[in-house]
C-alpha cells in the first residue's frame, strides 16, 4: 500500500483524485455510475469495517496518519491511501472527521423486495423520513432489537449517507433493506399479501397502547413509522391492520420519531417470530 500513499498538504486541498471527499455532493456520489450503483463515502474506521463484512468495495481512504496501523485500513487492500493531519483533513473535507477516517465506497445494487420479505418476521417501513440522522438512529435500533428487515420509501434520507450510517454505528451495510411504495404512501396490501400484520405508529383516538394489548403476538410484523412533522399519510393509516400510541405523560404528545422507534420496536417484537436473522 506504501507506493499508493500520498501525505495531504494545504497546497494539495484542489487535486482532483480529492474531489470525492471535498467537492462532489453525496447526491453526485449516488449517481455516478448510473444505471450501474454509485458511490458513498463512510466516516469512521468502525463504519467502514461493517461496510467491508457487508460485501462493500473501498475504492479509496481519507485518514489521519496515526490510523495507518489499524486493521481495517489493512482490509481496503492496495487503494489509494490520503494521509494528513486532522486539520487538513477537516478543511478538506468541510467538517471534523469521526474516527479520523472517511472512504469512498461502492455502491451494491439493492435485494428486491420480495428477497427482502421472504426470511423476514419483523419488518420495520419508514415513510418520508427525512432526516438522516433520524435514519441511521432508526436503523441502529432496529438492528439492536431484532428487526430482520427495513423498506423504505423513495422520499426518505438515503441510509448510506454519511451521517445517517455513521450515527447507525455501520447497521445500516448489515440488515437488509430496500426502498418501498411511493412517496409518503406505503404500500400495505404488499405486506399483507405478503403474509404480515401491519401497524401505524401514529396518534389515532383507537389506537392501542403499546404495554396494553398486544393481538398480533406471535404474528409477523411489519411497523411502519412516519415523517418527522407531519406522521403518517392518512391512507396509510387506513390500509394498516390497528394503529399504536406510546403513553406520554406531563403533556408531551409524541418523542422524537428516532426515539418512539426504539421503544416501539422493544415491545412490539416481543413474541415476534423472527426470520433468518433469528
Given at each position: 500500500m506504501a507506493e499508493r500513499r500520498m501525505r495531504i498538504a494545504a497546497e494539495d486541498l484542489k487535486r482532483p483524485e480529492l474531489a470525492p471527499f471535498s467537492e462532489s455532493s453525496e447526491v453526485?456520489?449516488?449517481?455516478?455510475?448510473?444505471?450501474?450503483?454509485?458511490?458513498?463515502?463512510?466516516?469512521?474506521?468502525?463504519?467502514?469495517?461493517?461496510?467491508?463484512d457487508a460485501g462493500y468495495e473501498a475504492l479509496s481512504l481519507l485518514i489521519e496518519e496515526r490510523?495507518?496501523?489499524?486493521?481495517?485500513?489493512?482490509?481496503?487492500?492496495?487503494?489509494?491511501v490520503y494521509v494528513g493531519e486532522a486539520?487538513?483533513?477537516?478543511?478538506?473535507?468541510?467538517?471534523?472527521?469521526?474516527?479520523?477516517?472517511?472512504?469512498?465506497?461502492?455502491?451494491?445494487?439493492?435485494?428486491?423486495?420480495?428477497?427482502?420479505?421472504?426470511h423476514a418476521g419483523r419488518v420495520v417501513v419508514l415513510e418520508g423520513?427525512?432526516?438522516?440522522?433520524?435514519?441511521?438512529?432508526?436503523?441502529?435500533?432496529?438492528?439492536?432489537?431484532?428487526?430482520?428487515?427495513?423498506?423504505?420509501?423513495?422520499?426518505c434520507s438515503d441510509p448510506l449517507y454519511r451521517r445517517a450510517a455513521r450515527v447507525s454505528m455501520g447497521t445500516v451495510m448489515s440488515l437488509p433493506w430496500c426502498y418501498f411504495g411511493k412517496n409518503r404512501?406505503?404500500?400495505?396490501?404488499?405486506?399483507?399479501k405478503a403474509g404480515f400484520t401491519v401497524l401505524a405508529m401514529a396518534l389515532q383516538e383507537d389506537a392501542v397502547r403499546l404495554g396494553e394489548s398486544a393481538p398480533w403476538k406471535g404474528r409477523r410484523l411489519a411497523v411502519i413509522l412516519g415523517n418527522e412533522n407531519d406522521g403518517l399519510s392518512p391512507e396509510t393509516v387506513r390500509e394498516c391492520d390497528a394503529s399504536v400510541l406510546i403513553p406520554m405523560m406531563n403533556?408531551?404528545?409524541?418523542?422524537?420519531?428516532?426515539?418512539?422507534?426504539?421503544?416501539?420496536?422493544?415491545e412490539l417484537f416481543k413474541g415476534v417470530p423472527g426470520g433468518s436473522r433469528g
Open positions: 453526485q456520489l449516488r449517481r455516478c455510475n448510473e444505471p450501474a450503483p454509485g458511490c458513498f463515502i463512510a466516516e469512521s474506521l468502525r463504519v467502514i469495517g461493517r461496510a467491508l490510523h495507518l496501523g489499524e486493521e481495517t485500513v489493512k482490509r481496503c487492500g492496495d487503494i489509494p486539520e487538513v483533513l477537516s478543511t478538506l473535507a468541510g467538517y471534523k472527521l469521526t474516527g479520523g477516517a472517511l472512504c469512498l465506497m461502492r455502491r451494491k445494487a439493492l435485494p428486491e423486495l420480495s428477497g427482502v420479505l421472504e423520513i427525512s432526516n438522516p440522522t433520524n435514519v441511521g438512529a432508526i436503523f441502529r435500533s432496529a438492528a439492536a432489537l431484532g428487526a430482520d428487515a427495513l423498506l423504505l420509501t423513495p422520499d404512501l406505503s404500500d400495505v396490501a404488499v405486506l399483507h403533556g408531551v404528545d409524541s418523542l422524537n420519531v428516532a426515539a418512539a422507534s426504539a421503544v416501539a420496536f422493544w
